[in-house]
């Protein structure tokens, strides 16, 4: 098996991420969007709600979960940007949340399993 590089790896999760939230209801906005502080990596809508979702993969558990790894200061990073994208949208007075997508890889190099953490963490450091 060829190894891969962590952005390969990590393309490979933000498609499977999008595929799930697809199919869990959600409506891609966007992805990748920058701004600046800050990338979200997808933009979607689930109801009336906005969701910035934040794609964490792993292929071992040695540093903890993924999840884990979405800290204060990338919080801060995502809410800044959320706060950009809803200005530039027009969308102040829409709900929002933020998810965490946490993609696990096999041993193989296949995906073993795929979570969605809804309101995986409250907005910090702007208000």
Same mark, same amino acid.
């Given at each position: 098996? %060829?190894?891969r590089?962590k952005?390969?790896t ?8 999008q595929?799930l %939230? ?6 891609? %906005?966007?992805? *990748?969007?920058?701004?600046? =502080?800050? !990338? @979200?990596?997808i933009?979607?809508?689930k ?14 558990? !040695?540093?903890g979960? +993924? /999840?884990?790894?979405? =800290? ?6 995502l ?7 809803l200005k530039?949208? /027009?969308l102040? *007075?829409?709900?929002? /949340?933020?998810d965490?997508? &946490?993609?696990i #890889? =096999? +041993?193989?190099?296949? @995906?073993?399993?795929a &979570?969605? @953490? &809804? *309101?995986?963490f &409250? +907005?910090?450091? @702007? #208000?």
């Open positions: 098996m %060829l190894k590089t952005q390969t990590g393309a490979i999760a933000e498609e499977h991420a595929r %939230l697809k199919k869990r209801g959600y409506r891609i %906005l966007a992805t *990748n969007f920058r701004a600046t =502080g800050g !990338e @979200i990596d933009v979607a809508a109801g009336d709600c906005i969701v910035f979702a934040e794609v964490r993969s792993a292929t071992t558990d !040695e540093f979960s +993924p /999840r884990e790894s979405v =800290g204060r200061t990338k919080q801060r990073r809410t800044r940007a959320a706060m950009s994208f530039s949208r /027009r102040s *007075n829409t709900s929002w /949340r933020f965490v997508v &946490e993609v #890889f =096999g +041993p193989d190099g296949e @995906i073993a399993s &979570e969605i @953490i &809804e *309101n995986a &409250e +907005p910090r450091g @702007i #208000f």
